[in-house]
């Protein structure tokens, strides 16, 4: 199966394009006052009508109010919410009820014992994804921080998930042959500054992600 990729922070109409003409699986559209990807309910309307049908949306919210993502969810119309805080498995399933919404949970990673909370999520999310830990203090996702890839190689999950944190063209394909990861999420790693989107990295992104490939000295190892 063709690897799963997914472009975060995307808050405006070209590099929204630029995805879809790559090839992205799904454009993710992040509501948090705190991050330089956060878009008002307005622009983000907009940029799902200029989106839908061409691509699966995600709605990324983290720890919100009920209200907020009542707003987000009612602006986007997403295939999916996800959720990118320290959403409990009850609030997960509270809000997968009251929305009706597939949602996709993320874990900061840092070590082995950060996947334990993975399990009780399995009946209420539909995708994971494994993010690296945000520094100290500092929003929860989007700082171009990679955890150890080879923490994931050989363990089974029972959902689909996607690899993020860090991820950049330059080492998208050493990851996912590193992690054995179907899936892949990227934001800063296709910026050019915090919150500026690059469409020439998006397709590079896309094009290194799905032709993986290790230098000649670790495939060797
Ligand atoms: O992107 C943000 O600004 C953000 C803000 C608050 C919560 C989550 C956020 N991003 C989550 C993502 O899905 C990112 O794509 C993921 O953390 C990877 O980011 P990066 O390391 O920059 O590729």
């Not at 992205?24 to 956060?38: E, N």
């Not at 987000?72 to 805080?85: E, I, S, T």
Request: charged share 20%; net charge neutral; proline share 6%.
């Amino acid at each position: 199966m063709a690897l799963l990729v997914k472009i975060c922070g995307v808050n405006a109409s070209d590099s929204a394009d630029a995805a879809v003409r790559a090839g992205a699986d799904m454009v993710g559209l992040v509501f948090h006052p705190k991050s330089p990807r956060h878009l008002s309910f307005e622009a983000a309307r907009s940029l799902a009508d200029h989106l839908r049908g061409r691509v699966q949306l995600v709605t990324l919210i983290a720890d919100a109010d009920d209200e907020m993502i009542a707003g987000a969810l009612a602006a986007v119309r997403p295939d999916f919410l996800q959720l990118h805080g320290r959403e409990t498995p009850e609030r997960a399933a509270a809000l997968k009820s009251r929305f009706g919404v597939q949602l996709i949970k993320a874990f900061p990673i840092a070590s082995a014992a950060d996947f334990a909370p993975v399990a009780a999520f399995t009946d209420i999310a539909d995708l994971f994804l494994f993010d690296a830990k945000a520094p100290e203090g500092l929003r929860p996702g989007g700082h171009g921080v990679a955890f150890d890839w080879q923490l994931l190689k050989g363990r089974a999950f029972p959902r689909p998930w996607l690899l993020a944190g860090g991820l950049s063209p330059a080492n998208v394909g050493r990851a996912v042959i590193l992690s054995g990861a179907p899936g892949v999420d990227v934001s800063s790693g296709v910026e050019t500054a915090p919150g500026v989107k690059d469409t020439h990295l998006i397709a590079e992104f896309l094009s290194a992600a799905r032709n993986p490939k290790l230098d000649l000295e670790e495939a060797r190892s």
